[in-house]
């Protein structure tokens, strides 16, 4: 019979249950793993009969946390169909609950509800507990993010649009009038949202339209405060079911004129020679020393550059030394780019405070790189730290907004490689 685990996370996750033989017989979710679990073990003989009979099978507990509750529901869904457990009585059919369908793989994206899940190139966001509020959801985010809903597309000038396009609810990319990158930033948007990025997104949009009301564009700054209403009404609703208590936190893009300022701006207070056109991020991930990994992310005229990401698998000994493990991807990484004589960046930022700065600056130093300008954020107050000064450094909001932004990019892909990690080891 399984134990009782101990020192369970509060944090939202998934829990997997195993029997003798290692198979898993049972995956749940959880706003509160530490609650969730924990329930099992009280009142021992007051289940029912399945759950009773679930409990005596399993010999092992295994459990994985995630960033939100959305994000929980996600991954069990998703291994509930790998792996059909035993006692899951749920979810093990794609219909079973509906899922917003945005097809990113097409030309011009479309938005829609459906209850299949395909391997097409699509993003799904789901499952919905309840497909009513979804749909009520869906038909006021049209308004705000009208993509287009219709399955098929005529790039035309000639043609006629549908009532979706007189009633605003679509940009009309079949007429052939819109231009892509509009539209794509619709969808970038959009996916935003549907990720949990609504409140940041409604704080970012309370600044446009305090910036509106300054310059007088007062009908500009009352669309901008129409438009956070029924934002703010969306999640409210959305905070009514259990699939969205937690609304993870993302940056939406800026274009690319604000990005340039905010570049000359973190140019100008670092007191650099020109603005910093490619910065190098890294972050390492780890619980208890475990499965500890480490990231770098590139950024050009602050967008990022993917194809330029890195991840490494600590090499240091199984231990809580976050320091030391910073100091082995930075002299690893660097190692190599002197060794194969590739381009240095023009900024190096670290997510740490000023001993990761020290440490940082110590290695570049010992591989004669020391030239290469590097600074620290620490996450606590947010405060951005510079080598031979013990002060924060004060610099303008833009250009905070855009070091936080290449800063929490590099903990989510880090933090992304060593879940991958820890699934992998806690399934096998």
């Known amino acids: 019979m399984i134990q009782r685990p101990k020192n369970l996370p509060e944090q939202p996750g998934i829990y997997l249950m195993k029997n003798s033989k290692g198979e898993i017989v049972y995956i749940g979710k959880a706003a509160s793993l530490r609650e969730r679990v924990g329930s099992y073990f009280r009142s021992p003989g007051t289940h029912g009969a399945r759950i009773e009979k679930l409990l005596s099978d399993a010999t092992e507990l295994k459990y994985q ?8 529901i996600n991954l069990e869904c998703e291994l509930i169909k790998k792996y059909h457990p035993k006692y899951n009585v749920q979810l093990r059919d794609d219909k079973k609950y509906p899922f917003v369908k945005v097809t990113v793989q097409e030309e011009y994206p479309a938005i829609s509800v459906t209850r299949k899940l395909k391997s097409n190139g699509s993003k799904y966001y789901g ?20 993509l287009r809903s219709c399955r098929c597309i005529r790039k035309r000038a000639s043609h006629r649009p549908c009532l979706n396009y007189d009633l605003k609810q679509c940009l009309g990319p079949c007429t052939g009038q819109v231009k892509k990158r ?27 339209m305090e910036k509106a009301s300054l ?8 669309k901008l405060r129409d438009k956070i209403k029924s934002l703010n009404r ?8 259990p699939i969205s208590e937690i609304m993870k936190v993302a940056h939406s893009l800026r274009g690319k004129r604000g990005v340039k300022e905010s570049l000359v701006l973190l140019g100008n207070a670092l007191g650099l020679s020109s603005p910093p056109r490619r910065i190098e ?5 780890n619980i208890m020393g475990k499965e500890a990994v480490g990231a770098m992310v590139v950024f050009e005229q602050g967008e990022p550059i993917k194809k330029d990401y890195r991840r490494f698998k600590i090499k240091l000994s199984s231990k809580i030394d976050d320091y030391g493990m910073m100091r082995e991807i930075i002299r690893r990484h660097y190692g190599r780019v002197k060794q194969e004589g590739r381009r240095h960046p023009e900024l190096i930022l670290i997510d740490g405070g000023e001993q990761h700065l020290n440490l940082a600056t110590g290695v570049l130093k010992e591989l004669g790189l020391e030239k290469i300008p590097v600074i620290a954020i620490a996450k606590r107050l947010e405060e951005v730290f510079i080598p031979n000064k013990r002060e924060p450094l004060i610099i ?13 990019e590099a903990h989510r892909f880090a933090l992304a490689f060593h879940r991958q990690l820890r699934t992998k080891k806690m399934l096998s």
């Open 65 to 72: 946390t995630t960033d939100s509750e959305i994000a929980a």
């Open 127 to 146: 499952p919905y507990t309840s497909s009513k509020k979804l749909r009520e959801t869906l038909k006021i985010m049209r308004i705000f993010f009208p």
């Open 182 to 208: 509009k539209y794509q930033n619709l969808v970038n948007e959009t996916c935003l949202f549907l990720e949990g990025a609504g409140e940041k997104l409604i704080r970012q949009l309370e600044k446009k």
């Open 215 to 222: 310059s007088l564009k007062f009908e500009e700054a009352m």
């Open 234 to 241: 969306i999640i409210e609703k959305e905070k009514s079911t």
């Open 281 to 285: 991020a890294f972050d390492i991930s």
């Open 396 to 408: 303008p909001d833009s250009a905070l907004y855009l070091i936080k932004r290449i800063r929490d």
